[in-house]
């Protein structure tokens, strides 16, 4: 036979594994929350210019591919492609400039 103190711990100890499960289904929910949040901001962004917010067109010269936008004449890089241009002999980078200019 259980006798009262033994229910009330028992009930106790249940209601503590449910209030850790929905902690735990709060934390889940918003992790979820999270990545949906952070897909959603990257499919806003995405190929957007962080100035003007028009669309970037990928433009390749030489093996380095920079994001431009024709609306603003904003050109923007990967990461690693400013490495990449330092790497390039002075003709190139005047010809990427003459490429590139407004
Ligand atoms: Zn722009």
Redesign the pocket.
């Known amino acids: 036979m259980i006798n009262e103190g033994s229910r009330k711990k028992e009930d106790e100890y249940f209601m503590r594994l449910d209030i850790e499960r929905m902690r735990k289904q709060q934390e889940e929910l918003k992790k979820q929350m999270e990545a949906q949040e952070r897909q959603r901001l990257k499919d806003l962004h995405y190929m957007h ?6 669309h ?1 067109t990928e433009v390749g010269y030489k093996g380095i591919n920079v994001d431009k ?6 050109v923007w890089l990967d990461a690693g492609e400013l490495h990449e241009i330092t790497k390039l002999e002075k003709r190139t980078l005047d010809k990427i400039w003459e490429i590139f200019k407004p």
């Open positions: 210019c962080p100035k003007c917010g028009m970037l936008c024709f609306s603003c004449e904003g």
